[in-house]
């Protein structure tokens, strides 16, 4: 297995433990524990957390590591709100621009999602629904638009994993297939229309006066993937 791999898999297995409220806000991440743990060097770790870094989902601190990003209900609107608008101009860039090879990368991303809700597996359904509407963002070919909205929606889907249950929080695919059958249609003033009705429905499934306690790193680990 190359490292790139390594790193991947070590990326999913990190990412989908958070998305799943299982490694909760607040949890330290720690260099020398994960590289024992995936019997990988601590440069592999490193390059996983800084990359979770980049997308706003940890934050590392000088001389302390990682940890898991926490969100305050106040900052959490204001990301909402930011994403609610950067998305509808993506998707108004986008839509012009999707291809039919396009359509069906999105529809096996929709498909993988909802498999994975099916089977429980809710970190993995948040990633994959993360991955949807950050594709979709790339196409509006402007690299600093999309990298932008790379991390807003990373964030948000941060925030969702932290405030919602885990029964509302995944995105619903229905309504992905619904985007994705207006952008088709080459329909920008729709697909935009659906987007922002979409982002609408997770917002209102937020709730702020509590959160589940996540669970200890070895034993959240455990769950997922051994190289």
Not at 68 to 91: D, G, K, N, S, W
Not at 94 to 106: E, Y
Not at 171 to 194: G, P, R, T, V
């Amino acid at each position: 297995m190359t490292k790139n791999n390594q790193a991947d898999q070590i990326y999913n297995a990190l990412l989908d433990s958070i998305l799943a409220k299982k490694l909760s806000p607040g949890t330290r991440l720690t260099e020398e524990k994960l590289a024992d743990f995936f019997s990988v060097s601590r440069t592999i770790i490193r390059g996983v957390l800084q990359r979770l870094d980049s997308e706003d989902i940890v934050v590392i601190e000088r001389n302390k590591g990682a940890i898991v990003a926490t969100t305050t209900p106040e900052l959490a609107v204001e990301y909402l709100t930011a994403r609610r608008f950067i998305e509808a101009q993506m998707i108004k860039l986008a839509t012009p621009n999707i291809t039919q090879a396009d359509m069906v990368a999105l529809e096996i991303l929709i498909d993988k999602e909802h498999k994975a809700r099916e089977s429980g597996e809710m970190g993995k359904a948040l990633r994959l629904s993360a991955e949807f509407h950050i594709t979709i963002a790339s196409l509006a070919n402007n690299t600093p638009m999309a990298d932008f909205a790379k991390r807003m929606i990373c964030r948000c889907e941060l925030i969702a994993a932290q405030y919602q249950s885990l029964d509302g929080s995944q995105c619903l695919h229905h309504d992905h297939f619904e985007i994705l059958a207006a952008m088709s249609e080459k329909n920008a003033d729709k697909a935009m229309a659906l987007i922002l009705e979409h982002l609408e429905k997770i917002e209102s499934r937020l709730y702020f006066d509590g959160n589940t306690l996540g669970q200890p790193l070895e034993k959240i680990l455990c769950e997922y993937i051994r190289l």
